[in-house]
T-cell receptor, first 114, second 113 residues
């Protein structure tokens, strides 16, 4: 089982560039989510999805888009990168969070916007 | 407001010693509380999940306790090892909504020889 696979692991962007962070899971989980982790702060939810074709905004969605065309994949798009988006990004998947099951996280993407 | 607070922010202990990390929360209605271990440069990995009715749960040398009345949890690490050096994150799940995980900022533990 691969679990949650995130790519790339590192990325440097120039201000204004766009890119897509990839996330795939092979556990048939309905719920997938994207977080950013900044120094001194807890993980903050960017976007989440409760199933294919369904996405919703989290706590900090501005500047990011997502789509969920399949159960397995949940890419995160940065439309026009800004230095404030410099962060470590984590994708996670689980059964519905109201169930008492663990969430599985990817390895993270360290993004620097210059 | 739903919040999760952890203490201490950081901790340094000698290899072989025990330590206890604290988590206080105000999340309501409560569903479950999770402890995650995050090694440097890696994603968080689940250690324990506890529901309202569970007071204690162990995973090897890690023992988590939960007092749902006082809304407090602790993670006790026994006979620490160098590999325990990591951040430990407390996450509380609310019983309603899909956007219902609340994260603490973590405790950074360093185990020195």
């Amino acid at each position: 089982n691969a679990g949650v696979t995130q790519t790339p692991k590192f990325q440097v962007l120039k201000t204004g560039q766009s890119m897509t962070l990839q996330c795939a899971q092979d556990m048939n989980h309905e719920y997938m989510s994207w977080y950013r982790q900044d120094p001194g702060m807890g993980l903050r939810l960017i976007h989440y999805s409760v199933g294919a074709g369904i996405t919703d905004q989290g706590e900090v969605p501005n500047g990011y888009n997502v789509s969920r065309s399949t159960t397995e994949d949940f890419p995160l798009r940065l439309l026009s990168a800004a230095p404030s988006q410099t962060s470590v990004y984590f994708c996670a998947s689980s059964y519905m969070p109201t169930m008492n099951t663990e969430a599985f996280f990817g390895q993270g993407t360290r993004l620097t916007v210059v | 407001k739903n919040q999760v607070e952890q203490s201490p922010q950081s901790l340094i202990i000698l290899e072989g010693k025990n330590c206890t990390l604290q988590c206080n929360y105000t999340v309501s209605p409560f569903s479950n509380l999770r402890w995650y271990k995050q090694d440097t440069g890696r994603g968080p990995v689940s250690l324990t999940i506890m529901t309202f009715s569970e007071n204690t749960k162990s995973n090897g040398r890690y023992t988590a306790t939960l007092d749902a009345d006082t809304k407090q949890s602790s993670l006790h690490i026994t006979a620490s090892q160098l590999s325990d050096s990591a951040s430990y994150i407390c996450v509380v799940s609310a019983r309603t909504g899909a956007n219902n995980l609340f994260f603490g900022t973590g405790t950074r533990l360093t185990v020195i020889p």
